[in-house]
């Protein structure tokens, strides 16, 4: 019991404090791929605390410290004394905890593709493939720019955006858009929103989905400009900030197209590397630190 309380203590500290002070910091706009890694690791932090004591309340004195046996008796299959579990309930408890959020993922994850699919499928039909630009071609006036990601990813452009961006411009737009498929965001902004639909309450959830996105386009941001001007790519922002974008895609000029602008054109000083190191030890510690729970010295 003592491990379930401190288990369920940990998760409310990682679920409710934790991420306030971490929407709050100025250096994740300056490290947005590590924060994106933070984000994600204090959620698999809390879901593994939340798993964890979920077991230890079905199986009170239960302790996982045996490697294979130890996470068979976590599903159920055996106990550490070598006796099988009392009831039916007690082996799904600690399962039903994990599908839970597993499940929310899974079926996020299917929505976005449906519309993905869908869309593809009407690009097929309107969209012109241009080889030498490596995109789709639609025949829109209001300049637009955005990213269907996937396994068949499409980069898509307006007539209107080709007609107002210089060649510079359009090249940092496109390297931007490129960012976004070939880093895999979606499946990144997919674990947020899953997350926050599986704990709609937790400020945590909350948090990571709402600052999930804008890490992501400014991690997408700092991939262009490695090649590309500033100047350029904040000018194609601007130019196409009007332009809608369908569900499930990544615009150029997306979330937060101000803030982003004036990030590229008074670039900040990166993150010390003390605290890049903090950070990065956090992110990977967090989802183990639950284990320590459980797999440390037996808690009476």
Not at 72 to 96: E, T
Not at 167 to 186: I, Y
Not at 234 to 257: C, E, K, L, W
């Amino acid at each position: 019991m003592t491990a379930a309380l401190a288990l369920l203590g940990y998760a409310l500290l990682v679920g409710v404090l934790a991420p306030l002070p971490l929407a709050r910091a100025h250096w994740t706009h300056r490290a947005p791929r590590l924060a994106v890694a933070l984000w994600q690791g204090l959620a698999l932090s809390f879901v593994t605390a939340l798993v964890l004591a979920v077991h230890h309340l079905a199986v009170p004195g239960g302790h996982l410290h045996l490697g294979l046996a130890g996470l068979m008796h976590l599903c159920g299959v055996d106990h550490p004394d070598g006796q099988a579990l009392d009831g039916g309930w007690r082996r799904l408890a600690p399962v039903a905890a994990a599908l839970w959020p597993l499940g929310r993922y899974a079926a996020v994850l299917a929505r976005a593709a449906r519309h993905r699919r869908r869309h593809r499928q009407l690009l097929d039909l309107v969209a012109t493939r241009d080889p030498e630009l490596g995109a789709h071609v639609l025949d829109h006036d209001t300049p637009a720019a955005y990213c269907l990601p996937g396994r068949r990813s499409r980069i898509v452009l307006t007539r209107g955006a080709l007609d107002l961006l210089t060649p510079p411009q359009l090249a940092a737009v496109l390297a931007h858009e490129r960012a976004h498929v070939t880093g895999r965001h979606h499946l990144a902004r997919t674990a947020a929103d899953a997350f926050a639909a599986a704990f709609p309450f937790l400020p945590l959830a909350r948090l990571a989905a709402r600052e999930t996105p804008l890490l992501l386009e400014m991690a997408a941001d700092d991939r262009a400009v490695r090649r590309h001007p500033r100047t350029a790519l904040a000018a194609a922002m601007y130019r196409v900030a009007g332009g809608q974008v369908p569900q499930a895609a990544f615009a150029a000029a997306g979330t937060a197209a101000l803030l982003r602008v004036r990030r590229l054109l008074a670039p900040a000083a990166a993150p010390h590397p003390a605290l890049r190191a903090a950070a990065v030890l956090a992110a990977a510690a967090a989802p183990v630190l639950p284990l320590l729970f459980t797999c440390g010295p037996v808690l009476p």
